[in-house]
């Protein structure tokens, strides 16, 4: 509401900036700030002093944990957050935090400065620091517009409000995503207005439903097939549509990849959840339902045979943001999952008729046996070895956590490790960055941790991922703001990604006969005790596997006591 008390009358721009993200939801800014802050700090301060309402202000020593945080606050929580930075250099290190959310399709909502325009004095607000000069760039938004739903600059105090529930409706309306808000200190200081909005009237556009001929075609092709497979990525997002994707299954016993999942989106101990290797379904598959998923397979390992039915539904079935990317597929379907499958389960209770009993079973069956050898690999795969293996680690962690536990999975060469063996039955209990910016999983975590204050949060990071979430930042923002949470460092002590992808790119070549791959890590360092110096975390390297299950249990205990825990187990060197 508008503020009046004695001796200071005005309502300013940044006073309705404020108004605006409380009435939408936004319950904290994670904030790293500048000289183009002054309006807004002014602001804050007026409102703590009089007892009103504003978001909880979470100082972000560095850019990248703060949007990090944002997102998996938003991941986990599907409220929308706040990222304030400091004109183009604060954007320029929100790195590719803003390309996870973007790909995550996540909707976060970064404000940044801009230097002030006016130079003489001639303005309230106007440009008073030598730096003001130097931050000044033709085009601010041009450094994140390939990963933003909208950017806006805010040019009057009279309609704050009115641009920022515009940019909240874009970010919350799928597919989602993040927005990058502008303003300099001039309109800032102008007298703001408060609209009184009804939020209701500002809500994301409804989920998307198939058209009738598209949910019967669908419906009717998976009834009849002979062979069919389900893929998906991130279905989960919407925790009901893992339900509706359950109740298919059980009727029809079609099995479901998830490929590299960075949602929870179908029960790990379900009879139809067949892992998160395609390959192996693919090529006999006579019908592929690719739904929520970037990529179901890639072409160069291996596709669908021509004769298979691919049908692909998604928020986002075009992708048109990725530039080379096609699927060819019978029918691409713009519709929400939870929505669409809706559809496609009344239309097959409608229709009982049209599924053969004899193929089901069979399709049961294959299942099991699948599912069986499946289990005596992984269980191979655990079985304690001389040196740290990522299956192993794996299953230690699987035993110190329970099914409640929230998950956040950055771990890159040995994310098939953590799939295999840290199966995930429940919705929102699983999350992944959904990008290709190393160093999400940290601050994501400590997001969930202060959006789930009661839940347990575990981050599985890689020793790069680690060292590119900025953890002096990210430790030093869970003491401060009491969020602790565990973090396991699956240390391979080197670059595997690059080594492994240049040996498939060239078996008999001179860097696999040189064993020459520039990608060692190795000393390794004790990252651990980044995280203890800067948030007093406890820390422990691990290298024996037959302390790293003590190893881990003292770290739940010290999360319980309220202190984060970074254990780092190096592994079987690359």
Not at 440 to 446: E, H, I, M, T, Y
Not at 509 to 522: L, P, Y
């Amino acid at each position: 509401m508008s503020i009046e008390f004695e001796n200071n009358p005005a309502y300013t721009a940044s006073d309705a900036l404020n108004d605006a993200l409380v009435n939408a939801g936004v319950s904290h800014i994670f904030l790293n700030s500048g000289t183009d802050y002054p309006p807004i700090i002014e602001s804050w301060a007026k409102y703590e002093a009089l007892g009103l309402a504003k978001p909880e202000i979470i100082i972000s020593p560095h850019e990248y944990a703060a949007i990090s945080a944002a997102q998996g606050f938003a991941q986990v929580s599907g409220r929308m957050q706040a990222v304030f930075v400091h004109v183009d250099v604060g954007t320029q290190n929100l790195g590719g935090g803003i390309h996870n959310a973007f790909r995550c399709r996540t909707p976060v909502l970064v404000f940044a400065g801009l230097s002030p325009y006016s130079i003489e004095g001639e303005l309230k607000g106007g440009r008073d620091s030598v730096i003001q000069f130097l931050q000044n760039t033709a085009d601010q938004a041009g450094i994140v517009r390939g990963y933003t739903k909208l950017n806006l600059e805010l040019k009057s105090g009279k309609n704050v409000q009115q641009m920022v529930y515009r940019a909240m409706q874009i970010a919350m309306s799928d597919p989602k995503g993040p927005v990058y808000l502008m303003a300099t200190r001039e309109p800032l200081e102008e007298d703001g207005v408060d609209i009184k909005a009804d939020l209701k009237r500002w809500a994301p556009i409804a989920p998307m439903a198939l058209d009738d001929e598209s949910a019967g075609l669908l419906a009717d092709a998976l009834a009849k097939a002979a062979r069919p497979m389900i893929i998906t990525t991130y279905l989960g997002r919407n925790k009901e549509s893992v339900a509706e994707l359950v109740k298919l299954c059980d009727k029809l016993a079609i099995p479901v990849i998830e490929s590299g999942p960075t949602f929870m989106n179908f029960p790990a101990s379900h009879p139809c959840h067949l892992g998160g290797m395609p390959q192996p379904l693919l090529e006999d598959a006579d019908l592929v339902l690719a739904i929520d998923c970037d990529l179901p397979w890639i072409p160069a390992h291996g596709k669908p045979g021509e004769d298979c039915r691919v049908f692909y539904l998604d928020v986002d079935p075009l992708k048109e943001d990725i530039p080379v990317w096609y699927i060819p597929s019978e029918r691409m379907m713009k519709a929400d999952s939870y929505t669409a499958l809706k559809q496609v389960n009344l239309r097959l209770e409608q229709n009982p008729e049209a599924q053969d009993p004899a193929l089901i079973s069979a399709r049961r069956e294959k299942n099991r046996k699948m599912r069986a050898a499946m289990a005596e690999l992984q269980e191979k795969a655990e079985e304690i070895k001389p040196m740290m293996t990522a299956a192993f680690l794996s299953a230690c962690i699987r035993e110190i956590i329970d099914d409640d536990t929230i998950v956040m999975n950055e771990t890159i060469s040995n994310g098939p490790s953590v799939s295999a063996h840290i199966p995930r039955v429940k919705p929102g209990t699983l999350f992944g960055s959904g990008g290709s910016s190393l160093g999400w999983a940290p601050g994501a975590a400590l997001g969930a941790k202060l959006a789930c204050p009661d839940k347990d949060v575990i981050a599985l990071v890689g020793d790069g991922t680690y060292i590119f979430s900025v953890p002096s930042a990210v430790y030093w923002m869970a003491r401060k703001y009491k969020a602790p949470f565990m973090t396991v460092i699956y240390n391979n002590q080197a670059w595997n990604a690059p080594k492994q992808i240049t040996k498939i790119q060239h078996p008999d070549g001179f860097a696999v006969k040189e064993n020459k791959f520039w990608n060692s890590m190795h000393p390794p360092a004790r990252l651990d005790l980044i995280a203890e110096a800067a948030g007093s975390a406890f820390s422990r390297t691990v290298s024996d596997p037959i302390e790293l299950k003590d190893a881990l249990l003292e770290g739940r205990d010290a999360v319980k006591s309220g202190i984060c825990a970074v254990i780092n187990v190096l592994l079987q060197p690359e």
